[in-house]
């Protein structure tokens, strides 16, 4: 695998783990660390899976520019520059990936780091985990997508109260409003979250991709153009040998083996 200076990748299995690896900062992100996590996603080498975790105590505490913008002669102009350069492109990124993607989450999902784990198809927290949009508490908007996820999310009212108030969504609350997968033990995490993405790593993984793109999509279109877009992608799946595989697999009533083809 390659060295990177801010996360660390390992494959296990069909599964390819990335961790943030600033754990002495609550893993604040420079620019630098969502260009390594942009490069590692482009180089997948056959992982039908992706799990993003954050190394120690949290998963991302937000944006880390050191002091860059602040000390700019235009901040405006450098934070521009830094999340059309560097954040949104890591995590367009994952939205174009053609696998599922978990992110487990301990600690601090805040800011940046909250739009990272709320890309994932799945996010699994732990006890300790909170979610927050903390920008009002310096006078500046959400980034990272997230004033076009949250109310996808968990609806207007809610995502007006994570931005506009700038407080903590503890992990119980975020499952109860719908906005993340599960909540599990501090000390279960990673097992659980790498058991799903394991899970999601044995699935017809071209059916996969398809379904959260066609997701995606659907956000964007109407009722009519959503049936056309599964249409095409039915097709597409049904001429993938895991298909075959599925349809074999119903008629001798045997659990499938999909090979990710």
Known sequence: MPHYEHILTERRGDVLVVRLNRPDRLNAAPPAMFDELRAALGDLDGARAVLIAGAGRGFCSGADVGGGALGAADPGA?????????????????????VPVVSAVRGP????GCSLALAADFCVASETAYFLQ???NIGLVPDGGA??????????????EMMLLGERVAAAKAHDWGMIHRVVADDALDAEAFALAERLAAGPTRALGLMRRGMQAALESDYAGAMVREAENQRAARGTQDAIEGGMAFLQKRKPVFKGN
């Open 78 to 98: 450098a934070t521009f520059e830094a999340l059309t350069e560097h954040y949104n492109p890591a995590l367009l990124a994952i939205a174009a990936l053609d």
């Open 134 to 136: 903390a920008f009002v």
């Open 109 to 112: 999902a805040a800011g940046i």
């Open 147 to 160: 004033s076009w996820m949250l109310p996808r999310l968990i609806g207007r009212a809610r995502a007006t």
